[in-house]
């Protein structure tokens, strides 16, 4: 049954959310609709998430009906016109979820590897002999790779510890400037499609978990010439709105699977391990204060690099906001 609906699902999910319908929800919710970002081929994610929806069905007694999907806004916009009623995104899509769709953060991921967070990285292909250096000198020779406008690793962390910080827009110092998936970013440095590229480290664990040629030589013929500060797991985010009793339900299941010491408990963290995080734990919005404060510090540098003093006033009190609830929060 899921394999079926995950066909429909990938076919028509981000038409029918850039359209507004309604039609991907139920009313009577005897659905839970269950979007996932992914940052990977869909096909892959596809599998990898399979029978923990199934698991998640059989828990909770309701048809789980996933929505795939690569574009950040597509899910955004599921979410806001109520297609969608929980999901996985990343820290800054997760953002725009909260801001602009009534969502919620209850949850968040945990790196199976034990490190708290996963960093942006920038990848050339290895041999060419490129540097840090040369991808910086913006003398508009490179083919460079990003990702989403709403990614978090692929773009908002290289702007913000990078490029933003130099003075340097992407698009005024590349000869390209690609955006896509991370995968795709990988595969293309790999096959010297593209010079370099943004990525992270998730990203390409999960590759390395790929038991496939193709993955392999793609990460044997890629380095990392540049790293970001660590970055925060990923959110789960709900609709604000949903009926406390599903919302019972679903948090039940989701901090429940995977902890123990039972056989099933170990059968659960393998199939975590394969969506690449640990039994998850409970959140808040307040999980999204370092991405908010990337975007106030981003916005401040490229109003600086701009001579806009209004807006770098602006962003600068934004900033001291955020830094008034980080340490609120004991951040």
């Given amino acids: 049954m899921i394999t079926r609906r995950l066909t429909l699902a990938l076919s028509l999910g981000l038409a029918l959310a850039a359209c507004g319908q309604a039609d991907g929800a139920k009313t009577d919710k005897t659905v839970i609709n269950f979007s996932i970002l992914s940052a990977e081929a869909r096909q892959t994610a596809e599998v990898e998430w399979k029978p923990f929806l199934e698991d998640m069905e059989k828990a909770t007694g309701m048809e789980v009906r996933p929505f795939f999907g690569t574009n950040y806004t597509g899910l955004i916009e599921a979410m806001r016109f109520k297609q969608t009623d929980v999901g ?20 968040r991921s945990v790196n199976p590897s034990g490190v708290d967070g996963y960093e942006a990285v920038i990848i050339v292909r290895k041999g060419s002999g490129l540097t840090l250096e040369d991808v910086l000198k913006c003398d508009r020779t490179l083919n460079f790779g990003m990702g989403d406008a709403k990614s978090t690793s692929g773009t908002l962390a290289p702007m913000t510890y990078l490029f933003a910080p130099r003075g340097i827009d992407p698009n005024a110092c590349f000869k390209t400037v690609k955006s896509a998936a991370h995968d795709a970013n990988l595969f293309a440095v790999g096959n010297n499609v593209l010079d ?25 013929n890629v380095e990392v010439v540049w790293r970001s500060p660590r970055i925060p797991e990923d959110p789960m985010v709900w609709r604000k709105d949903l009926d406390p009793a599903l919302k019972k339900k679903i948090a ?12 099933e408990a170990a059968r659960q963290r393998a199939i975590l391990v394969r969506i690449q995080t640990l039994p998850f734990k409970p959140a808040d919005d307040r ?30 009190a934004e900033l001291a906001k955020i830094q008034r609830e980080k340490a609120a929060a004991g951040g």
Avoid: C
């Fill in 88 to 107: 996985w995104f990343t820290n800054q899509s997760g953002l725009e979820a909260v801001r602009r769709a009534g969502g919620e953060v209850f949850a």
């Fill in 196 to 220: 370099a590229s943004t990525n992270n480290t998730a990203s390409m664990e999960r590759m390395s978990m790929l038991d496939s040629d193709a993955a392999r030589r793609t990460l044997e």
């Fill in 252 to 263: 039940d299941f989701m901090f429940s699977y995977g902890v123990g010491d039972t056989a």
């Fill in 287 to 316: 999980h999204l204060i370092p991405v908010r404060e990337m975007e106030a510090t981003s916005a401040m540098l490229q109003a600086r690099s701009k001579g806009d003093a209004a807006a770098e006033a602006a962003a600068k």
